[in-house]
């Protein structure tokens, strides 16, 4: 077995860059072979096929600081050396809350559809679902009252803080999967799971290893979700498997998951967290008649950006003809991607999604990638500064 496939240990020993070679079915067929006991966990009510069930009863333990650090630490356990998923049954347990945020989100979806616009889904086919990007805030600015309410929910804030500690940032895409909507393929999340393999690459082991922590996924029902409607496929323990993000893109790890995947009913306001890097997607709605709504939650490190702030557009704009007279006076290409990744935007998020969409992959083209582009076009400063300018356009939120 290999040590990178095994151990969250990386040292003089062990490997620091993850390449798909290093994929073994066999050494991840045994992490997710592990089981969860419900021994384990003092705070769960169940383990239902490797889930960790929480009921109504762990509200009786947070009310102290103390006893609430000591619930967290079981969760973290839980989403980290555990089998990185935690269903909380009831979570809304005032469920009218849910449905007043359903009939906001089916009035912007309906909105969206008089518009024309079209919401595409980053792991299914076009069309398959009904998505609203940037939930979050067109939901706070049409029905603040309503947002007041769902969001004070306290075993959101409770697991958001226990992974990701205080001063997170929430987002929210709200998916419809419609009946007769198809599975998705089996994916990690955001970061690294939104990159291609050729891509996740690059980054060495320890980022592989710290992607996890600075997100966590969620999903809030907000309806009953039935077998037959399709909810969420998962395979507890996968998030374990240090080179996940490269291995879920292997076609041998997608039958595995495709075999193996667990799933389970829900029903309207219940709430579903896991580990980014647990392998899952959304299933097959087999249903004539069950518009299957999750609010999707990914909850953000405070610590996920950078010192400063720094406007990038007009650096590139500026250094765009420097960078053009490079080329043309033989710069090799290392030089000038040197040039550009101090200057320019390597990173194609946060974006508004409803203007940015993914073209040719699963993330907008970033200003890294704007500027290479029009150094090998031979763009002229003039097309850069509209390509920028309208780059920069398309990131703003509809408020701005």
Not at 246 to 269: I, M, S
């Amino acid at each position: 077995m290999t040590t990178a496939a095994k151990t969250h240990t990386l040292g003089a020993n062990g490997p620091q860059w993850f390449d798909e070679g290093i994929c073994k079915l066999d050494d991840f067929i045994a992490l997710v072979s592990q089981e969860t006991r419900l021994e384990d966990y003092a705070y769960a009510d169940a383990v239902e096929r490797n889930v960790l069930i929480y009921g109504n009863r762990l509200r009786n333990y947070v009310g102290t600081p103390e006893e609430r650090a000591d619930v967290q630490a079981e969760l973290i356990r839980a989403l980290s050396t555990g089998p990185g998923i935690v269903v909380f049954k009831g979570a809304f347990g005032d469920t009218a809350i849910v449905d007043s945020a359903t009939a906001s989100f089916n009035t912007i979806i309906a909105e969206q559809k008089a518009s024309g616009a079209a919401a595409g889904d980053h792991f299914a086919k076009p069309g398959a679902n009904d998505r609203i990007w940037g939930a979050l805030d067109k939901f706070a600015v049409r029905e603040p009252e309503v947002f007041a309410d769902y969001y004070s929910n306290d075993i959101l804030a409770l697991i958001s803080e226990a992974w990701l500690g205080p001063n997170y940032q929430v987002t929210s895409q709200v998916n419809v999967v419609n009946p007769g909507g198809a599975a998705q393929t089996a994916h990690r999340d955001y970061h690294l799971g939104f990159m291609s393999a050729t891509q996740a690459e690059r980054y060495p082991a320890h980022v592989h290893l710290l992607s996890p922590a600075l997100t966590l996924q969620g999903a809030v029902a907000h309806c009953d979700m039935p077998m037959e409607s399709g909810p969420t496929l998962y395979l507890p323990h996968s998030h374990k498997y240090d080179a996940g993000y490269l291995a879920f893109h292997k076609p041998e790890f997608t039958r595995y998951f495709e075999d193996n995947y667990v799933q389970l009913p829900l029903e309207k306001g219940d709430a579903v967290f896991f580990n980014p890097a647990l392998f899952h997607g959304a299933g097959h709605n087999t249903s004539s008649d069950i518009r299957r709504m999750a609010n999707l939650l990914q909850v953000s490190s405070a610590f996920g950006r950078a010192m400063e702030s720094v406007d990038r557009a007009v650096m590139s704009k500026a250094l765009y003809p420097t960078l053009r007279q490079l080329k043309a006076d033989g710069a090799s290409e290392r030089f000038l991607r040197n040039v550009i990744a101090a200057s320019a935007e390597g990173y194609g998020f946060p974006t508004n999604l409803d203007r940015d969409q993914p073209v040719g992959g699963i993330a907008p083209e970033s200003q890294a990638e704007l500027i290479w582009r029009s150094l090998q076009e031979d763009a002229t400063e003039e097309d850069v500064a509209r390509d920028l300018e309208a780059a920069s356009r398309r990131r703003l939120t509809d408020g701005q």
